[in-house]
Nanobody
Framework: QVQLVESGGGSVQAGGSLRLSCAAS????????MAWGRQAPGKEREGVAA???????VYADSVKGRFTISQDNAKNTVYLQMDSLKPEDTAMYYC??????????????????WGQGTQVTVSS
């Protein structure tokens, strides 16, 4: 079955960096669009970034220029490099997967497969 296991979360001061990793298994990685979403307390889950097998990536406006999504097809792993972190980035971050490409998949929040999440806390 599909498994998505996140790692790399933690606590950091504003302006700092973190790199999240998501190890995927149970499906043909190259056939899926991979993404990161996040959910802060009291807020709905939102998409952060997504990438497809062609390397096309999209980002939420709130993270453009600060976050970078990438993937290693040989390792079935997707990454989220987060720089210039802000307190408002504090949330549980989830890895997500949906079969297809950037053009054919729904919004990240509606992706079908999700991991358990990793907490990111940014202090001011």
């Amino acid at each position: 079955q599909v498994q998505l296991v996140e790692s790399g979360g933690g606590s950091v001061q504003a302006g700092g960096s973190l790199r999240l990793s998501c190890a995927a298994s149970g499906f043909t990685f190259s056939s899926y669009c991979m993404a990161w979403g996040r959910q802060a307390p009291g807020k709905e889950r939102e998409g952060v970034a997504a990438i497809d097998r062609y390397g096309k990536a999209v980002y939420a406006d709130s993270v453009k220029g600060r976050f970078t999504i990438s993937q290693d097809n040989a390792k079935n792993t997707v990454y989220l490099q987060m720089d210039s972190l802000k307190p408002e980035d504090t949330a549980m971050y989830y890895c997500a997967a949906e079969r297809g490409t950037i053009e054919t998949t729904p919004l990240v929040a509606d992706f079908g497969y999700w991991g358990q999440g990793t907490q990111v806390t940014v202090s001011s």
